[in-house]
């Protein structure tokens, strides 16, 4: 099943609003009140539902339990994936207190920094120095890495992940990273992501 960065990016809307729903009472649901509801077009919402569930039934829609079911499959919520961070200053910290991540069968075992200063701090999270990071994850069999250092450490902590067996790699550092075949890469540019919205913002002024 292929399903596309936008369409993943409307699907938790969607199972927000199934879980909302009592499914006694609403044993049937169509993509036309879904649109409705969140506000959306209901050209799109068919589409969406459509690249993870097929065709709701004729003038009945979508079994609304069925339905809350492949969402959550398709969103990873019935998974866990071994994730770790690097780079514990205000970012990684930040990313660290989320505590969504769970719903989407993330799970951070632990953050790493070679700052033993921010070492020593408390938090619901243990933060453990850089020179146990690869004996951890390979202990532990981390499958996916997070990046929060600067520009000028991301690319030796990301080929760090990789030769600790890490296979998907969420990158918030500004730079472009180099990874082999097999590993998948993500990066999030947050000031590009403000700027695009600024620019958004402009033409509405």
């Not at 993943?8 to 609003?17: A, I, M, Q, S, T």
């Not at 459509?50 to 079994?63: D, E, Q, R, T």
Request: glycine share 8%.
């Amino acid at each position: 099943m292929t399903v596309s960065k936008a369409t993943l990016g409307r699907l938790p809307r969607y199972l927000e609003f199934l879980r909302e729903l009592n499914h006694e009472k609403v044993p049937y649901i169509s993509a036309t009140r879904i649109a409705e509801k969140l506000n959306l077009g209901e050209v799109q919402v068919r589409k969406d539902l459509a690249s993870i569930s097929g065709a709701g039934k004729p003038k009945l829609g979508y079994v609304t339990d069925e339905l809350t079911e492949q969402i959550e499959e398709v969103l990873g919520y019935n998974r866990s994936t071994k994730a770790v961070l690097v780079g514990a200053g205000k970012l990684g910290r930040a990313l660290l207190q989320f505590d969504e991540f769970q719903k989407y069968g993330i799970e951070i075992l632990a953050a790493f920094d070679s700052n033993e200063q921010i070492i020593n701090l408390t938090g619901k999270t243990e933060i453990i120095p850089m020179k146990q990071f690869e004996s951890f994850c390979k202990t532990q069999k981390v499958q996916l890495g997070i990046i929060t250092v600067g520009e000028g450490s991301a690319q030796a902590v990301c080929d760090q992940m990789i030769k600790s067996g890490i296979t998907a790699i969420w990158n918030f550092a500004p730079c472009k990273l180099k990874v082999p075949a097999g590993v998948l890469l993500q990066n999030e540019n947050l000031a590009l992501s403000l700027a695009h919205l600024n620019n958004k913002l402009c033409k509405l002024n």
